[in-house]
């Protein structure tokens, strides 16, 4: 796949749209933001590439690549207003949405409840039919239940139905009788089937995934049609590619038909565009740092891969597909700032979202946010906020914090300070969390901040943490949209095994060909000519008797030739680092073969500028910041005029036009040849 054209890299947060610009002849990437049109997310699409041909006289038609971040499957399950859905499902097993898996999401919350399912009780239609647990036919399928299905759900105004039957991942035979007799008799309606979407056991799950696909299905779609149109009207001929939540990327004919992959597609792109930003400076393990206006997201990165989650939560619903695993902290820029009756600071969960947003935008905001704080504690510069193009008024956010001020009985500087103590706290429990559950020491990780924010808070939280390497990237805040630019054409496949693994030598050599067969044709039908494509192998395992498995990186060649012993070990060796303990002398079942297959697309040029002679850095000016709850004065530089090797010493402030960088005392940075700014601390 070639692009001799210029590349563009598009993602569409809750503030700003980000683009991602790789200029062809020049070599270099243009970066900007452009304020997001909620109603009409397209629109600031459109209103992003007229400022390209006024600001840098690129045409739409110079753009021979475009790849899209998009949350609108996010933001309608969040805000609960997709397609209004039927469900048919074996006959027996009406109340599977409503069961669930009876535990209490929360154990140690006793009033915690079991999130609302996206379609009532009385949208669940029982079809008589049945399969045994190896695929085999044990009640026939019966049509007549099928029609009364349906005539119930034009009665209700329903726009499609979900098919979900009991062991349809091992034989989608009634599946499929159903699709197709919905088809014939009511092709107003659409049909989710789950064997199509992700052929796994536990049926609520798999039901859970197929309905979410649905339910978003409607919006995406006409989005994503929305989109191409615009698109088409302004002569971007470029095929849309979308981004995936697994950190790759599909067409945008796949992404209306499977929509459910595109639920984290936008946290994804950010950990690829990561990935690629501490590749430059070898860097292989890292916990990334993703602040933007409504929340921070932390991920974690071995040897420059992603690690991948099958337990990830999306708006309170268990996703049992693999995604980048992405965890996310209501700690966000627009993250309100509340003190109880008690005298105690919180900040977040709730944000002010993007309008009216934080006071200190003007916008009608009376809320004080985590903006508003940053603002007034000097950390922020009014005039070059956003690049310049967004008025913020430091008065206002000096207004909004004096209640809270009074309530904590401090002055601004330690009320500022409580601010950022507070969210730092709130990112440090979360990500110690996240580790222990990994098995890992985050002491052994860099920090890879980015987002508008994450640069900003990311050396509190690495001294919180006990890290002492941070890498910023050269465009911190719009790493996202570039990451879309960095990800190849990729997709996961599953077969359900369900075996002891002594068992399962033939079973797993079939099943890694059967998978193997779908993905190349998968991939050449999806985005043929690629330069070549690589294949990712996992199995979800566990000891026989436990209710849970883990994921476990397994080598082809093993499955090939029947080498139980080598995935046996590699088992052992990930139960162990995640839970402290193994038993070799058990006995080991194999419940999933996952393949994920990646084509190889051309990548722009991530690195820049030649090597230059080390020189200590200008200060530009200074300004007082908030530093150990007092106002201090501190040199302010201009990222975009420092030259490579430069250093620079802590306390201190590095603007560009994307985001803020504060070198926090006790630091140093030191201006990389590929554009990015390393900072360190020495051991205590």
């Known amino acids: 796949m070639m692009y001799p054209q210029h590349s563009l890299g598009i993602d569409i947060g809750g503030t700003f749209t980000d683009f991602a610009l790789w200029l062809a002849d020049e070599r270099r990437f243009v970066t900007m933001k452009v304020p997001t049109t909620r109603a009409r997310p397209a629109a600031g699409v459109i209103s992003g590439l007229e400022r390209l041909a006024t600001e840098h006289n690129v045409q739409p038609s110079d753009i021979g690549y475009f790849v899209h971040g998009t949350t609108i499957a996010l933001n309608t399950l969040i805000e609960r207003d997709g397609a209004r859905l039927g469900m048919l499902v074996t006959r027996g097993f009406r109340d599977l949405l409503v069961i669930q898996r009876l535990r209490m999401p929360t154990p140690y919350h006793w009033r915690t409840g079991r999130p609302e399912p996206l379609l009532p009780r009385r949208h669940v239609f029982e079809i008589t039919e049945r399969l045994g647990p190896d695929g085999e036919i044990e009640t026939d399928f019966v049509d007549a239940d099928v029609d009364v299905a349906i005539d119930a759900a034009r009665a209700a105004g329903l726009d499609g139905l979900v098919v979900c039957f009991m062991h349809a991942y091992r034989n989608p035979v009634h599946e499929q009788r159903a699709r197709d007799w919905i088809g014939a008799k009511a092709p107003d309606l659409f049909v989710c089937c789950s064997h199509e979407i992700w052929p796994r056991m536990r049926e609520y799950e798999r039901a859970l995934i197929s309905i979410m696909n649905a339910y978003v299905m409607p919006k995406v779609d006409g989005y994503l049609g929305d989109l191409q149109t615009r698109l088409e009207s302004v002569g971007l001929d470029a095929t849309p590619f979308i981004t995936q939540s697994a950190g790759g990327i599909v067409t945008a004919a796949s992404a209306r038909r499977f929509p459910v992959e595109t639920l984290l597609s936008g946290p994804a792109a950010g950990v690829m565009g990561a990935v690629e930003a501490a590749r430059l400076v070898g860097v292989g393990d890292f916990v990334t740092l993703d602040i933007g206006g409504t929340s921070a997201d932390v991920a974690f990165v071995d040897g420059g891969v992603p690690r991948i989650s099958q337990s990830e939560h999306v708006a309170d619903f268990p996703l049992l597909m693999p995604v980048i695993g992405v965890s996310s902290i209501g700690a966000g820029g627009g993250s309100i700032i509340t003190v109880d009756e008690m005298g105690v600071m919180r900040v977040g969960p709730t944000s002010v979202g993007a309008d009216p947003g934080p006071v200190c935008y003007g916008k009608g905001g009376t809320v004080p946010a985590v903006t508003d704080a940053f603002l007034v504690g000097g950390f922020l510069n009014p005039r070059t906020f956003a690049g310049g193009r967004l008025d913020i008024s430091v008065d206002a956010a000096r207004r909004a914090l004096v209640s809270l001020s009074g309530r904590l009985g401090r002055d601004e500087a330690g009320t500022v300070e409580a601010v950022i103590q507070v969210a730092v706290s709130s990112i440090y429990a979360e990500l110690s969390n996240l580790a222990a559950k990994q098995g890992v020491s985050v002491r052994d990780y860099a920090l890879l901040p980015f987002g508008g924010a994450g640069p900003l808070l990311a050396a509190p939280v690495a001294e919180e943490l006990g890290i002492r390497r941070i890498i910023v990237p050269a465009n911190p805040g719009t790493l996202c949209s570039l990451g879309a630019l960095l990800s190849d054409v990729s997709k996961p496949f599953v077969r359900s095994i369900v075996l002891p693994l002594a068992e399962a030598r033939g079973v797993l050599a079939d099943a890694l060909r059967d998978l193997r067969d779908r993905a190349t044709t998968w991939l050449a039908s999806e985005s043929p000519g690629l330069a070549g494509h690589r294949f990712d192998v996992a199995a979800d395992m566990r000891y026989i008797g436990q209710s849970y498995e883990i994921d476990v990186a397994v080598e082809p060649d093993w499955l090939t030739s029947g080498d139980l012993a080598s995935i046996s070990a590699a088992f052992h060796q990930r139960h162990r680092a995640m839970f402290a303990h193994a038993d070799a002398a058990a006995p080991v079942e194999i419940v999933d073969l996952r393949l994920t297959i990646a084509g190889a697309t051309e990548k ?81």
Do not use: C
């Open 604 to 684: 722009p040029f991530a690195g820049g500028g030649s090597k230059i002679e080390a020189k200590a850095a200008a200060r530009d000016t200074t300004r007082p910041l908030v530093v150990g709850g007092r106002f201090v004065p501190v040199p302010v530089l201009s990222r975009q005029a420092m030259a490579i090797g430069t250093s620079i010493a802590g306390p201190a402030i590095v603007e560009q036009d994307d985001t803020t960088i504060y070198v926090a005392p006790g630091w140093n940075a030191l201006a990389h040849e590929s554009g990015t700014l390393i900072m360190e601390r020495p051991a205590q």
